[in-house]
């Protein structure tokens, strides 16, 4: 299993808010610090806003925060908001052609191996991700003198 870079892209921001906490943070910022899109950031940050896992506050003072508190967000319920597509091969969609379909025993164990990847994301949250690592990811993303101390 792969997961896009939408959902690569949306763990980072959500790490990056999460660490900045009460600061307010920008598109242009979170795209400078992982070196990744503006453009391609925007679309991630709005599909993160249209769900409710952030705020966006428009205006002079305005920018980025996490809607939710770190250990409500779960990184399976994210995965599953944020992969469009987790049909793993074609059987598993509904313009299935596969000859071999009826007599195949690949997608019932592929639908199993799905369930259990997601299951144990499902016992992860976003705050898991941070932990005590929060001081080697302010330091990593060279927020040291952004932010106050904790």
Request: glycine fraction near 6%.
């Amino acid at each position: 299993m792969h997961l896009t870079r939408f959902t690569d892209f949306s763990l980072r921001v959500l790490m990056y808010l999460a660490v900045k906490g009460e600061q307010r943070s920008t598109i242009a910022e979170i795209a400078e610090r992982f070196d990744i899109s503006r453009n391609h950031l925007m679309k991630v940050v709005q599909d993160l806003n249209h769900h409710g896992y952030i705020t966006s506050i428009r205006g002079k003072n305005g920018g980025l925060l996490l809607k939710r508190d770190p250990a409500s967000i779960s990184l399976g319920e994210l995965v599953r908001t944020t992969e469009r597509d987790l049909a793993l091969v074609e059987c598993f969609g509904d313009d299935n052609e596969c000859i071999i379909t009826p007599a195949c025993r690949l997608k019932p164990i592929l639908a199993e191996a799905l369930s259990a990847f997601l299951a144990v994301l499902d016992h992860y949250t976003l705050a898991d991700l941070l932990g005590q690592r929060r001081s080697r990811l302010i330091s990593l993303l060279q927020l040291d003198d952004t932010l106050p101390d904790a």
